[in-house]
């Protein structure tokens, strides 16, 4: 829980900046790669910036019950000390349960008073805390209670002095009377509760690689590599075959990829982009256990002697040689390549790499098929995947 | 001696044309005596769909009744019953799509299969169409027994 509180704090403090309307915002320099949508702090108000978290860090290592050591979870915060955020000016702003020339001094003999301002508050940091850690001790996604369930999270404001309760619900509903006395009853009776209606629930960001495992309805295949399609969009490339159709939602796990586009089982292709949805999901080059990236923009064409490097969700990492280039297989998918490492059902669209070093490789194409006789990999080479789906390795 | 090695001889020579499998039957391929333990299929098994046996394919139904969800490829064989034993076919070997099925508890799932490639038009006789499934981490295979008639 003190973790929680740690990150919550610090991301509060930092984010408290966006939370007051600013008026001078020509002090921020718009970033030069068009690409990127952030706004760069000028020098001027980036060394006030520095300096106003200084003097916060200060009075942390002056509360601390270890100075050598100094987290916002070993904090003993006095009893008057309500939080503190830097404002729109650059100035650290230090918030108290009550404000005399006591106070003043006492914080003036931890830190330089140039650039902090006071604000009174009606709540200590240590009682918006003990509100926050029974709110999170209630937390249970499982939970049969409808409101409990639908906690997606628990924070603390303090430019509002209060707890954030962030609640799956409808803005509307956020806003009702009704609503607000059931957190009451059944969440917490704390006076100053700020209830902020979100979609969905915090979710982890994680890497889907090349490999892993996704599904769709009733089939579990393998992700091939991610590719940017025409449009520019992100997603993965996998295998159809005839059970994935353009509109089908792509799972991992239990949480929704995306969603398919046209699906190719036919000629040389057996391959679909399905584009990435939840951007919970990051794109990856890399492929744990053969511990390689694969090379951005590029893919090889391999010959029959070269060793091929697959990775799909039921036979793991395999090292195979190529013994045919020219194959058509038994259910009609030509000019695809047979190498010497076997497969079995769940590989479908897992990747095929090859050529490059030990830490980079190219990609080659993706599983299609297991070769009747021997179970060797059959796959379908990306120069087709990629002219017939218009799509570029990421 | 001799009286004694031809006495064995004739023995052998009586052992092969009694035993099963392609012994008593002209197949269009090979046979011989499977190994394969085919489980009972209670709670998890095959079916085949109503009306759709062809001499060269058929729709057959997976189902599972258990508690666990089941696994399984496209992949599939045939067997036939010949000299009072279960008899694994030699038929053309072919490729098979990568993708993995899972049924859940209280499911079922098709597949419409053509055995063509693998064995021809099936002649005459008893047969079963056997796959492979896993449940947790054990493999088990269940079968579905039909008639070919003339």
Partial sequence: MNRIITVILTFTLLMSVWLIPSSNMVAFEEATDTNVNLAVLSDELQELENEANEKYNELLNEWSENSQFVTESNVNYPDFYGGAYINNEKELVIQVTYLDDSIEEYFGSIINLTNVVFEEVSYSFNELKQAHGEIVEKMNPNSSDLLISSIAGVGISFPDNSVSLYVVTSDAVAKTSAFNNQVRDNISDFENIKIISTPGKDATVADLEPGAEITDSGYTRSAGFWARNANGDLGIITAPHSSISQGDTIWVGTTVFGTASTPYFSGSVDAVFVERTNANFSATRYISGWNFNLISGTYTTLAVGSTTYSKGKATGCKSGVIVDTNYTTSYNISDCVVTSATCDSGDSGGIVAGGGSSSSRRVAGIMTGKQGGTNYIIYVKAANIISTLGITVY | ?150
């Fill in chain 2, 1 to 150: 001696m001799l009286h004694r090695l031809l006495i064995l001889t004739a023995l052998a020579v009586l052992t092969v044309f009694s035993s099963g499998c392609g012994a008593k039957e002209d197949y269009p391929w090979g046979v011989h005596k499977s190994d394969i333990a085919v489980a009972a299929g209670q709670e998890v098994g095959v079916k085949m769909q109503e009306g759709s046996l062809t001499k060269t394919g058929a729709e057959f139904i997976v189902f599972n009744s258990g508690e666990e969800d089941i696994y399984l490829g496209v992949e599939f064989f045939l067997q036939i019953y010949d000299g009072g034993d279960w008899c694994d076919i030699e038929g053309n070997a072919v490729d098979w799509t990568l993708e993995q099925m899972f049924i859940t508890p209280g499911g079922e799932a098709s597949q419409v299969v053509s055995w063509d490639n693998m064995y021809g038009e099936l002649p005459e006789g008893r047969y079963r169409f056997v796959k492979s499934v896993a449940i947790g981490d054990s493999n088990e295979h269940y079968a579905c027994e039909f008639e070919i008639k003339d």
